[in-house]
């Protein structure tokens, strides 16, 4: 067994570890289970990537996102840690390679879905698999008080008869007592050693501003905090809306959401992550598995619908332990409009079998059919289709994926694949009657060995570039001659995929659990209680509010929170602000200066006192601000 420190060095460059990081990797090391609890940025991947390459054997590694998997395997395998993953949207063929790679090759780390527990294939494979230890990401999702629960998750302790008597590590950034209880049950974790990092943030500072301008006090915090930032808002116009307004005002600032194609996402990420634009507007959907350090500012323009969402997002600010802001902007409305949307979005089981049986039309799918079928989803041109507003269609679809019938899978950026279906013979009569596809016909042939047979992956990109054609006249041609049924053209998507975990069943045969749905939707009505009662609180430190929310005691205040500020703040004694203002007066006459010039006329060791000073100027009107610059008020 090599020493975990030398090998945390050899890979990974680190010369030690941090937080609970070495006692966690020291008990999985020894055979124990755990439970682990470590914040957002804390280094959870650590405690089974190490571990993997100090032990013989494989690391088997269950996550819900696909998207995070194939982020953790090209990281991996850039440091030259081999790894592999599995997900829906694979052909059955590339699946059972992979599957042979890991029981015979020199895998390390295999990630799956938890879904892939139910495949009768992957469980024989596993069966001669020489696995070391089973990794459970996200652990959470196990339980129906969480705020992400699936299912399929409750399945994993089924694969302890199969792996033999190796640790299981379960692994989460947020998780109430209660929660981390149904965890260990479900997981069946003998004895586990519990690691509990910290929620305590403090280098982050949490504010909740009640605001009828959202946009000005946005502008305002963006100018005043400088550094990487990120806004949230839950809907995709808004952040088209919100990026163009930010950069009429000079910021340079991207949109990010599900809507937007693959290779945009990817170069606006890219762009955000070296800092060549400083704002992402985005989505929730934006930040999981992203590691940026120097995030200074994250700004809520919507309620969250929980803590848990909330203390996750703010937690991607702050994570170089610099100082950092989380700011949610209020209005009062604002948790009127969650709570309508939670009533309109939330379906009954009348409606979530419309949506099944719907489903199935959509993807023409029969009864009896379908088993680990994938299909590309457009839920936009579903819900118009079928006429379903998005937002209740979505839950309801969530609501099938928790019953086990589905699993919806986020998009994962595959190349199109083709496969000839027609013999030789056939191809060249039909290149003689249609001469205008022989070049691209011969190019498949001659480029892709095997393509007669199974399917393979193609770039229409590098196909243009070698035919000299445009890559719209590849696609045109592509798909014209699937249309003619010469070949099989399975077309790159950005889509998320839906996948039949059961044979599509007949309304009739379809149970839906009625208690369980009307236990998700009473966990869910009171999660955004919780959120809505963090925003209107105008007395607790938000610190202690979080910390007790998830377990944890604190007999301190934070000091640096909204609700501190107006506490503790630091103030001038009447007499040196008479003196301060004089000497704020007469530089302004000279000329208007901005905030931080200001503050720099006094000697460092009063900035706090002068920055708060010169606010409460502001908000008297005694000094006036236009755009950056400060001035008197002279009426």
Known sequence: MSNPKDILQQYWGFNGFRHVQEQVIDSVLQGKDCLVLMPTGGGKSLCYQVPAMCKEGLVLVISPLIALMKDQVDQLNARNIPAIYIHSGMKPMD???????????SIKLLFVSPERLKSDL??????????????????????????????????????RSIVGPVPFLALTATATPKVREDISQQLELEKPERFVSSFFRGEISYS??????????????????????????????????????????????????????????????KEWMLNKSRVM???????MGIDKPDVRLVIHLDLPESLEEYYQEAGRAGRDRQKAYAVLLFQEGDAINLMERFEKSTPDAAFIRKVYSALATYFHLPVAQGLHQVFPFDLADFAKRFQFTSIKAYHAIRELEQEGLIFVARSVHEPSQIRIKK????????????????????????????????????????????????LKEVKEQLRLLAKYEIIDYREQSDLPSVT??????????????????????KQRQRNIEQMVHYARDKKNCRQKTLLAYFGEKSNTDCRVCDQCYGRHRPSLSNQQKEKAFLKIENKLKESPLDFDQLVKLFPSSKKEKIIHFIRELLQENILLRNGDKLSLNKK
Not at 95 to 105: K, V
Not at 210 to 217: L, P
Not at 503 to 510: G, S
């Open 95 to 105: 699946i059972d390679r992979e599957l042979d790679r890991a029981a015979y090759g």
């Open 122 to 159: 992957f469980l024989v494979r596993l069966e001669k698999m020489n696995i070391s230890m089973v990794a459970i990401d996200e652990a959470h999702c196990i339980s129906q008080w969480g705020y992400d629960f699936r299912p399929s998750y409750l399945q994993i302790a089924e694969i």
């Open 208 to 269: 909740v501003l009640h605001e009828e301008d959202k946009y000005a006090k946005m502008l305002d915090v963006i100018r005043r905090v400088k550094g990487s930032a990120v806004i949230y808002s839950r809907s995709r116009k808004n952040t088209e809306l919100v990026a163009a307004f930010l950069r009429e005002q000079g910021f340079s600032a991207n949109a990010y959401h599900a809507g937007l194609s693959y290779d945009l996402r990817n170069k606006r990420q």
């Open 281 to 287: 507007v985005s989505t929730y959907a934006f930040g």
């Open 423 to 470: 013999d030789r013979d056939r191809i060249y009569e039909f290149q003689r009657a249609q001469v205008r596809f022989s070049e691209l016909l011969q190019a498949l042939l001659r480029t892709y060995p095997g393509i007669t047979e199974d399917f393979v992956k193609i770039r229409e990109t590098r196909l243009a570039k070698f035919l000299t054609f445009t």
């Open 500 to 521: 039949y975990l059961q044979e599509r069943l007949d309304d009739r045969n379809l149970v839906i659990d009625d208690e369980r749905i009307n236990i998700r939707r």
